[in-house]
């Protein structure tokens, strides 16, 4: 089965390997003239061979690989060459066919795929996700076969059994796969920074209509050899890989360290560390806390901890103990990003939070946006009602902070004030504000 011209070592039931695939369509890439048809590959992984091992032991997984190899040994013809990339993924490269063509002959070979397989007592219905790619002109080898995988893992998500055409996927191909080389860039950044000490926290004042400075909120920071990451990229990686849970701790401990920092200096500030929803499910969480508080000495009451709205939609014990363990310790709550569209309200009243922090969505439309005011202010009257303090985040105008005084905020953060800023310099701030 496999092409005459490819030599390279054979993964069994005449199948070649990884690297001959690579060389070998670079060179049929290399022979391709610009009157023939493209190339075409299919890169096939077979569903739910875990299930399989997981049920029937390794053994029991080899059996089915052997027998559909070789249905697709059977099925094979004409110019079409055969490699196994893994355990159960399989590339077939199709010289001289087109998109519509290669997806008539994935169809066919679903079918060969799907028919039922006897093992021992059972009867088992095999199936396949199958990804289909044609060679754009200058692509290389490696994007090649990494746009069939990416489509394959398309086909899979859509629950198996299905083809996907790499471009037609939700997220294209070559996009898809430019995405996730740049988080895994931003894990390796991620993990330098850790290592080497590339974290920072900065601090934005937050600060009441009466001019008085209720805290500062920890911001994190992330600068490695490459330059810095902003926080709207890294806490989504860091979330997806588990990542946050250390990233987690050592704000914990930063910032509580601050704010022991802060009151050695003689400036009583409350400092609001935020906190990911990955903390939060852990039954680790309160133990990481309590170390916090221990390790930097610093009285409770000078920690808040802000939360993301989006967590309440659905509380478990865990995250219920969580919060009664951060109450009973003395440190307070927020419910951050209030508004975004995740909270249920009847949730709301059990949170043990006493701020409230209304998402900057609503105020960057004001005061223009009177239905948006309305809504400011319905929300106001709501944390009030629930005995919460409540905070505008994201205030850069004077207009908008007007409006926010007329809907009965109680206070700010926003570039009007201050952005966020390394501790030397909030220090130096917070003394300008407060002379002694
Ligand atoms: P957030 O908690 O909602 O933080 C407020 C964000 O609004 C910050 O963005 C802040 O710099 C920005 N901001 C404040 N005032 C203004 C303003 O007037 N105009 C504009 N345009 N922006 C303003 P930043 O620092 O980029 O942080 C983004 C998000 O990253 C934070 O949103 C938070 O969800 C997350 N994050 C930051 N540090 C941590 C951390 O230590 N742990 C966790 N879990 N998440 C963090
Ligand atoms: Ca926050
Ligand atoms: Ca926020």
């Not at 002109?137 to 069939?148: K, Q, V």
């Amino acid at each position: 089965m496999p092409h005459p011209h490819a030599r390279g070592a054979d993964t069994g039931a005449g199948f070649l390997d990884r690297a001959t695939c690579l060389h070998r369509v670079s060179h049929i890439a290399a022979e391709t003239s610009s009157t023939q048809q493209p190339l075409a590959a299919l890169w096939i992984g077979l569903d739910r061979l875990k299930q399989i091992n997981q049920s029937f032991g390794h053994q029991g997984g080899d059996i089915v690989i052997l027998q559909i190899t070789q249905r697709l040994r059977e099925k094979t013809g004409g110019r079409s060459e055969w490699y196994r990339m893994g355990g159960d993924e399989f590339v077939c490269l199709l010289p001289d066919t087109n998109a519509d063509q290669a997806r008539k002959f994935a169809a066919e070979l679903i079918q060969v795929i799907e028919a039922p397989l006897r093992f021992g007592e059972l009867l088992l219905h095999p199936s396949a996700s199958i990804g289909v790619v044609v060679l754009e002109e200058n692509e290389d080898s490696f994007m090649f076969l990494e746009r069939a995988d990416h489509a394959m893992s398309a086909a899979k998500r859509q629950g198996g059994g299905r083809i996907v055409v790499s471009g037609e996927e939700p997220t294209p191909g070559r996009m898809g796969i430019l995405l996730a080389r740049e988080e895994l860039a931003i894990e390796s950044q991620l993990h330098e920074a850790l290592e080497n000490g590339g974290l920072a926290l900065h601090y934005q004042p937050i600060v009441s209509l009466d001019g008085h400075i209720e805290g500062v909120e920890a911001l994190m920071r992330c600068t490695t050899g490459n330059g810095s990451i902003p926080p709207g990229k890294f806490i989504p990686v860091a979330e997806k890989t588990g990542l946050v849970t250390r990233l987690g701790e050592w704000s914990l401990l930063t910032g509580t360290g601050f704010a022991r920092e802060l009151a050695n200096a003689g400036l009583r500030t409350k400092v609001a560390i935020n906190v990911s929803r990955a903390q939060l499910i852990s039954p680790k969480f309160s133990q990481a806390l309590h170390a916090a508080l221990m390790c930097s000495n610093v009285s409770p009451e000078l920690i808040e901890l802000e939360l993301t709205e989006s967590l309440f939609m659905d509380i478990s014990a865990v995250v219920q103990d969580n919060l009664r363990a951060a109450r009973e310790a003395g440190v307070s709550l927020a419910i951050d990003d209030f508004g975004t569209g995740y909270s249920c309200l009847a949730n709301l009243k059990d949170i043990p939070a006493t701020k409230l922090k209304l998402d900057r969505a609503f105020v960057i439309v004001l005061p223009h946006d009177r239905r948006a005011f309305a809504v400011v202010k319905a929300m106001t009257q709501l944390g009030r009602e629930l005995g919460m303090t409540v905070v505008a985040e994201g205030v850069e105008e004077m207009n908008q902070l007007d409006a926010l005084r007329e809907a009965g905020v109680d206070a700010i953060q926003g570039y009007i004030h201050a952005r966020p800023m390394p501790k030397e310099t909030l220090l130096t701030w917070l003394k300008e504000r407060n002379p002694t």
